[in-house]
């Protein structure tokens, strides 16, 4: 939970590993913004907050944005097979009768990445990889909300395939309103769940 105690102890027993290689995990944490470190008081899962969220998925927004507008130049036919590859693996499993949230991340994941992968930039791709692992802690809340819910699913579905048909028709516009909105849509519905925190 954020600004829980992460106890070196505990941590060693449940990941079975020694200090050495604990220590290098937390230092990687801390440089991701998702563990913090006090002075002689030990190490701490990250805070979250209303700003932070904010802040992180207008960002994100923006670089999907621009990924895709670049992607939409640079794309050849192995991207756009790529996409649609990507596309049809989560269209299938979301009409799944049993849904495992990692399993559906991980198609939504690889759908988006499919989209974005045309732009051959991988500077851009880099901050859009960082900033997706930032919203990981707060898609997640969203993700236990809306999982489950058949009617939300459909909807987000809905926008999945409407962005393939905007990027193999190469239209730029209409894909970078849709994608933003697409990204920054789960945003009032974390910050419900963050004030129940």
């Not at 070196?8 to 995990?25: F, M, Q």
Request: aromatic fraction near 6%; charged fraction near 30%.
């Amino acid at each position: 939970m954020p600004r829980e105690k992460l106890h070196i102890r505990t941590l060693k027993e449940r990941y079975n590993v020694g200090t050495s290689p604990l220590r290098e995990a937390l230092s990687q944490l801390i440089a991701k913004d998702l563990v913090i470190s006090e002075n002689q008081r030990g190490f701490y899962v990250s805070d979250i907050s209303i700003d932070d969220l904010t802040d992180i998925y207008q960002a994100r927004a923006k670089i999907e944005s621009l990924c895709i507008e670049m992607a939409f130049q640079k794309g050849d036919d192995h991207w756009e097979a790529n996409a649609l590859a990507a596309s049809h693996r989560l269209n299938k499993y979301s009409e799944s009768e049993h849904i495992d949230m990692e399993e559906w991340q991980n198609r939504h994941s690889a759908f988006h990445k499919s989209l974005v992968a045309g732009c051959m930039s991988p500077r851009l791709l880099q901050i859009r990889h960082s900033l997706y692992e930032k919203s990981t802690r707060y898609r997640n809340l969203w993700l236990k909300e809306n999982i489950s819910n058949t009617e939300t699913l459909g909807i987000n579905q809905k926008e999945h395939t409407e962005l393939l048909n905007l990027a193999l028709s190469r239209d730029t516009e209409g894909a970078t309103r849709l994608i933003e909105d697409h990204i920054l849509t789960p945003v009032e519905i974390i910050k419900k769940s963050l004030s129940q925190l």
